[in-house]
Structures are given as C-alpha cells and as structure tokens.
C-alpha cells in the first residue's frame, strides 16, 4: 500500500489537472461557437410539433413492420389482407382500434363491414393484438398519416377532417 501511494497521488493530481485545463477549454469555444449554432438553427427551424409527431410515427411505424407488414402492404394493394393505405379515411377509428384488438369478436358481434371483409378475404383470420394505449395510438398514428408529408401530419383528433363518408 505504501508504495502505491505516492503514484496514485501523481495519478489523482494529473487527472485533476488535466480535467480542469479541459473545462476551461471548452468554454471559450462555446462562446465561440454560440452564435454560428444560433444562425443555423434560424435557417432551418425546426417545428417542435412536427418533431414530436415524426417519432410518435416511427414508433407507430416500427410496430407496424413488427406486427402486420407480413400481411399488409401500406399503399392499396391486397396482400393476404387490405393494403391499408387510407384505412382511416373509409372506417371509423374506433372500428380500426376494435378490429386490431380481437377482429374475430367484431366479426362474431355480426359487425356488417368485419362480416364482409372476413368473406372477402376468404375467411382469413387476423389475429388479435395485446396493444397497451400507447402503442395503440401510434399504430394508428401512423396508419393515419401514410404517405402524408411530415409538415402535413394530421393527429388523431383531425381524423373527422378526413374521413370519408
Ligand atoms: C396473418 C395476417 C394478418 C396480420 C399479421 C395482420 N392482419 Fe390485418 N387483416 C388481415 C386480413 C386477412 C384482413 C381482412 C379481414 C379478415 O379476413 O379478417 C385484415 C384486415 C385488417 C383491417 C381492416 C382493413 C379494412 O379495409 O377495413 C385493418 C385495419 C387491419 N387488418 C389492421 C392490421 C394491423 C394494424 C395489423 C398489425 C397490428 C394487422 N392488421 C395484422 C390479416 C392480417
């Protein structure tokens, strides 16, 4: 122990020496670099409701290519079910959140749309997803918001404006 001392003292005292020429450094850059970094983001701003929306789609999209890419294609083409592109503009949100958690309990319910798909697609069955609400949200999210333009992002609350009737 005796020996080590005196080399874990160097030791401590470079380390302390060093971290402190490397706070004062950094310092005088910033001041340097404050106002290029203002100028920038003043060229391109940034829309922190469109920053926000982006990743509530990108969860809603890595969901989607988890769970439902290997059935459904996300422009109008059929694949073993419905493209879905648009989905929310020719059914109710409520309808596409109950179809996704148990579409078989829609189907027995006699739901006429879920009764007719189910024919359509040769009485393929979708299975049911345990989604908590979050996840939900950004499923359909993202459902809603396909091919749309990130500036153009609608919320699920805007969905009426777009709905077809
Ligand atoms: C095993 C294949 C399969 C998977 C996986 C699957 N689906 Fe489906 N989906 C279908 C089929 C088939 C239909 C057509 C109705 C039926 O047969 O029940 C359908 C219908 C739908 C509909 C109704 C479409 C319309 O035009 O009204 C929606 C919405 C839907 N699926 C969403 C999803 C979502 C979201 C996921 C992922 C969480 C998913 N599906 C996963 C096969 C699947």
């Keep these: 122990m005796k020996t080590i001392?005196?080399?874990?003292?160097l030791i401590l005292f470079a380390l302390v020496t060093i971290s402190a020429c490397q706070t004062s450094q950094p310092q005088q850059e910033n001041k340097e670099q404050t106002k290029p970094a203002t100028t920038t983001t003043s060229s391109t701003p940034t829309n922190p409701r469109t920053d926000s929306l982006i990743m509530v789609f990108n969860e809603g999209q890595a969901l989607f290519n988890q769970n439902c890419l290997q059935c459904h294609t996300t422009n109008k083409e059929r694949m073993i079910g419905p493209?879905?592109?648009g989905v929310l503009e020719r059914r109710e949100v409520g309808w596409v959140t109950a179809f996704i958690k148990n579409s078989q309990k829609l189907i027995a319910s006699g739901d006429s749309i879920a009764v007719a798909l189910y024919n359509e697609y040769n009485k393929t069955q979708m299975q049911s997803f345990?989604?908590?609400q979050e996840q939900m949200q950004s499923l359909l999210f993202y459902l809603a918001n396909l091919g749309r333009k990130q500036s153009e992002y609608?919320?699920?609350d805007e969905l009426p404006k777009i709905k077809k009737k």
């Design 130 to 132: 345990a989604l908590n």
């Design 154 to 156: 609608i919320t699920l």
């Design 83 to 85: 493209g879905l592109l």
């Design 5 to 9: 001392l005196p080399y874990f003292c």
